[in-house]
């Protein structure tokens, strides 16, 4: 089984000047690579994780993410906020979401640095992301922000009803914490409660300025890191998961909260799983249900595994304890690599590594999430809160 040291080992070799590099399947930094904001924020987040469960070192190394994040060269001194690379100027709101869960997992493990850069983080997000009309998040700004682009889209704020929600957690009692927590519940039911639901439990991601779908993006790029075409399966499980956090910590919480997190849970996994014939989940599917990218990607089932684990926390039942247990039997036979301790990223339908969307092994979140839920903790807004 995979062990959460010996991956911890691996992703501690991502340390570099400036934050944390994008590290290959060898152990090694890929040196032609800029420095990406985040995946610095990401690995920032991960060690405070392992910082809670009373790693040796990790402080260090979240002292590490945090100096880089707050006096490295990913921060834009002349203009705020944080450029997606050390190359790329842009302004968005993926990449800030994960620069204020970084900071709420470092103030949450008492890193010196920590809620300075957390609060940074989210005068930024509050000022240039978060849209409270719509009670969702605008997506990309230029180096100055004064050109806003017209894409808008959900992965995005699903990452920011993440970084929300363990913002809040850090924050206590500031009433700063409530207000995230609301807006992180509207967004969830815009998202969860109104497209979703409404279109049978088939997610679309990509809209115009007004929150028009656009169901047709990128049908000519589907393969798309962050943006692919049609159904993507890993968000699905994300989204569930998400819901459940949301209702963990909203005072008399709607009753949709669950029933939708299940929803949108039954649909991804009986729609997903094996749709090509071939056990796991493909990365995306058409609003017809059939596969458009068949590639298996390491966080579509981490993601899986994360949110059956919480649903059966949440609900007692053992039908998802079953699929968490018989995925992550599947995660271990297919992805997992003996030699760093981490798992593929990529793989063909049949099994083969391959490396037509990822290559390398630079992600430890997705896969130390899904260890940590996997272990019958409580359901707290966030990771750490519940690690503490």
Known sequence: MTDLQRLLDFAERSAVPGGFGFLGADGQVFADRPLMTFITARKTHVFGLAHLLGRPGAGELVRHGVEALTDG?????????????????????????????????????????GRALLDEALDVWQTRFWDDAPGLAVEEWDAGWTELSEYRGVNANMHGVEASLAAADALGEDPLAAQLRAQALRTTERVLHGWARDRDWRLPEHFTPGWTPLPEYNRDDPAHKFR????????????????LHVRAVTSEPPPWLLEDAVGLFDAAAERGWAADGHDGFPYTLDWDDRVVVGARMHWVLCEAIAAAAVLAEVTGEE??????????EHGEERFADPVTGSWHHELAPTGEVTSGTWDGQPDAYHLTQMLLLSEGRPVRGSVAAALR
């Open 228 to 243: 692919p075409f049609g159904v993507t399966i890993g968000h699905q499980f994300e989204w569930s998961r998400l819901a």
């Open 319 to 328: 039908r998802y304890r079953d699929l968490a247990r018989r995925w992550r």
């Open 73 to 113: 060269p990913l921060r834009d001194r002349e203009h705020g906020g944080w450029r997606a690379t050390a190359e790329d100027d842009t302004k968005s709101a993926y990449v800030h979401a994960f620069v204020v869960l970084a900071g709420a997992t470092a103030t949450a493990v008492g890193d010196p640095g």
